[in-house]
């Protein structure tokens, strides 16, 4: 494995939502990213970082914060979008490492917004969508969420779901887990 290619970040967003549809001239903004630092080649989840982004556009609903954990007033103390995407390539080198999350929802969320707020797209072109691979590893019919991933794997949900910080962890469990069988990109 080439040493440049050993780190992966593994990202996990949450975004507001509502129960139903959103609040008129709302729509759907990162407002945490939880990021896990995987070492591949020694096989470890090496650190846990989670930046809160202030919404713009919308606000955090009571049925965000049951989901999420997060209030409006916790949010309110983040960073903009910009900046949040600003500090992920210059302290997590996001745009030259490679990087997972679980499904392309979080890809997907920061290509609208990052188009939407004519911000830089702060991530390299070398996503893997740890979805996907989780299901052909396992020869499984449908994807499943990360939580019934976590109990296929045999493995503990560590923290909140719906964290971002905490779901980045427990996907990197999961990534691991694949490269010990040998079933991630370069493992």
């Known amino acids: 494995m080439n040493p440049s290619e050993t780190l ?33 080649a020694a096989r470890e989840r090496i650190a846990k970082h989670r930046i809160l982004v202030r919404p713009r556009r919308s606000r955090v609903s009571a049925f965000c ?31 030259s490492r490679p990087w997972a999350s679980w ?13 939407a707020t004519g911000t830089r797209y702060p991530f390299s072109g070398r996503h ?7 299901t052909e590893a396992r020869g499984l019919k449908r994807r499943p969420g990360m939580h019934t991933a976590l109990e296929i794997a045999g493995l503990p ?9 905490d779901d980045a962890w427990n996907i990197a469990a999961l990534v691991l887990a694949l490269a010990a069988t040998g079933d991630w990109p370069g493992a």
Not at 72 to 95: I, K, M, P, S
């Open 8 to 40: 992966l970040n593994v990202v996990d967003v949450e975004a507001t939502c509502w129960e139903g549809q959103p609040p008129p001239g709302a729509v759907n903004e990162i407002i945490e990213i939880g990021l896990t630092v995987v070492d591949l």
């Open 65 to 95: 914060t049951e989901l999420t954990g997060l209030t409006q007033a916790e949010v309110d103390t983040g960073v903009e979008f910009a900046e949040a995407c600003r500090l992920l390539a210059a302290e997590h080198r996001a745009d």
């Open 103 to 115: 499904g392309d929802y979080d890809r997907n969320q920061f290509q609208r917004q990052c188009r």
């Open 128 to 134: 893997t969508n740890a979805k996907v691979r989780f």
């Open 157 to 165: 949900l560590e923290g909140r779901h719906h964290s971002g910080a």
